[in-house]
T-cell receptor, first 114, second 113 residues
Framework: GAGVSQSPSNKVTEKGKDVELRCDPISGHTALYWYRQSLGQGLEFLIYFQGNSAPDKSGLPSDRFSAERTGGSVSTLTIQRTQQEDSAVYLC????????????FGPGTRLTVT | SQKIEQNSEALNIQEGKTATLTCNYTNYSPAYLQWYRQDPGRGPVFLLLIRENEKEKRKERLKVTFDTTLKQSLFHITASQPADSATYLCALDISGGYNKLIFGAGTRLAVHP
C-alpha cells in the first residue's frame, strides 16, 4: 500500500523566500508529526497533529515556521523568510492514532537555503 | 532537558558477527524506547519497541534490552549481513501519551563481507 509521501523531494531557495513543504500521510492515519534532521544530528520534533488540530507546536523553532493540516489528511509546513540555518531534511511521519506507537516516515524534503 | 546519546563513531564489523549498539539517556523516565533504521536519503523505519517493564525484546535477528536503572538500551543484530548496514536511531517518547519522540543522532553500522 501507499506509504507517507512528501513533496518536493528537494528544494533550493534563496534566503528570504518563503517555502511550503507538503506531507501526504497514510490514509486513515489520524496522527501526523513533522521533524527536522540537520546533518549529523538526530531528528528534532517540530509539531504534532491529531486530526486537524495541533495540540503540540512546541518544537517550531520560530514564528517563521507554521503548519496546517486540512481534512485530517494532507499537511503543509511553511517557512517564511528562510534563513541558511533552516537548511535541513524535513521529515513527516504518521501513525494510526497517537496511541499507536509505530510511526511511518516519509522520505523527507531536503531544503537548501542559499 | 532530555538528552539521548548514541555512539557517534561508525561501527564496523565482519559479516556473521553480532553488532551491539548503545543508547544512553538522561533526565527522563520513558515508558518505552524505540529503535529505527535509516538508510541514506530515506526516512527512518520502525524496528522494535521495548517498554519500561520489559528487560528484553526479540524480533528475528534483532534483540533489544532496556535497563531503566542505568538509563540504557542495547540493540543487538546477530549473524549480521551487509544488508544490515545503515544508521540505527533510538528514540524516547517525552509526551507521556501521544508519542512525541526525541531521537539520538544515530550510530552508523557497516557490515563487511
Amino acid at each position: 500500500g501507499a506509504g507517507v509521501s512528501q513533496s518536493p523531494s528537494n528544494k533550493v531557495t534563496e534566503k528570504g523566500k518563503d517555502v511550503e513543504l507538503r506531507c501526504d500521510p497514510i490514509s486513515g492515519h489520524t496522527a501526523l508529526y513533522w521533524y527536522r534532521q540537520s546533518l549529523g544530528q538526530g531528528l528534532e520534533f517540530l509539531i504534532y497533529f491529531q486530526g486537524n488540530s495541533a495540540p503540540d507546536k512546541s518544537g517550531l523553532p520560530s514564528d517563521r515556521f507554521s503548519a496546517e493540516r486540512t481534512g485530517g489528511s494532507v499537511s503543509t509546513l511553511t517557512i517564511q523568510r528562510t534563513q541558511q540555518e533552516d537548511s535541513a531534511v524535513y521529515l513527516c511521519a504518521s501513525s494510526l492514532s497517537a496511541g499507536d506507537l509505530e510511526q511511518y516516515f516519509g522520505p523527507g524534503t531536503r531544503l537548501t537555503v542559499t | 532537558s532530555q538528552k539521548i546519546e548514541q555512539n557517534s563513531e561508525a561501527l564496523n564489523i565482519q559479516e556473521g558477527k553480532t553488532a551491539t549498539l548503545t543508547c544512553n539517556y538522561t533526565n527522563y523516565s520513558p515508558a518505552y524506547l524505540q529503535w529505527y533504521r535509516q538508510d541514506p536519503g530515506r526516512g527512518p523505519v520502525f524496528l522494535l519497541l521495548i517498554r519500561e517493564n520489559e528487560k528484553e525484546k526479540r524480533k528475528e535477528r534483532l534483540k533489544v534490552t532496556f535497563d531503566t536503572t542505568l538509563k540504557q538500551s542495547l540493540f543487538h543484530i546477530t549473524a549480521s549481513q551487509p544488508a544490515d548496514s545503515a544508521t540505527y536511531l533510538c528514540a524516547l517518547d517525552i509526551s507521556g501519551g501521544y508519542n512525541k519522540l526525541i531521537f539520538g543522532a544515530g550510530t552508523r553500522l557497516a557490515v563487511h563481507p
